[in-house]
């Protein structure tokens, strides 16, 4: 399942407490972040011990522009979580709204 920038956006502007996923490089994430933790896609596997105990509350991951995050969207629910959403557009989207 995916989330569009907007009903992001609207969820951060409010102050709530997301788990909230940026999948891009690091280089990337120092250039523009929207304050989501970074784990780059590559490292996702071996740090799946990071998200323990997340397995049944709403994880949101974002990327450049969907792809890798779509990516992370499925490894992770290959790996038991339920609700794992996408954020459509990535962060070009999120910018350009």
């Known amino acids: 399942m995916d989330i569009t920038v907007q009903e ?3 969820r951060l502007d409010k102050g709530e407490k997301l788990n909230l996923f940026d999948v891009r490089e690091p280089n990337e994430y120092e250039a ?3 304050g989501a933790t970074l784990i780059p896609l590559g490292d ?3 740090r799946l011990d990071e998200l323990d105990g997340l397995q049944e509350e709403e994880i949101i991951v974002h ?3 969907g792809a890798r995050s779509a990516r992370a ?3 992770l629910e290959e790996n038991g979580f339920a609700n794992v959403r996408n954020l459509t557009g990535g962060i070009l989207a999120y910018r350009a709204q």
Do not use: M
């Open 8 to 10: 992001l956006k609207e």
């Open 32 to 34: 523009d972040n929207i």
């Open 44 to 46: 996702l596997p071996y």
């Open 63 to 65: 990327c450049r522009s």
């Open 73 to 75: 969207q499925q490894l």
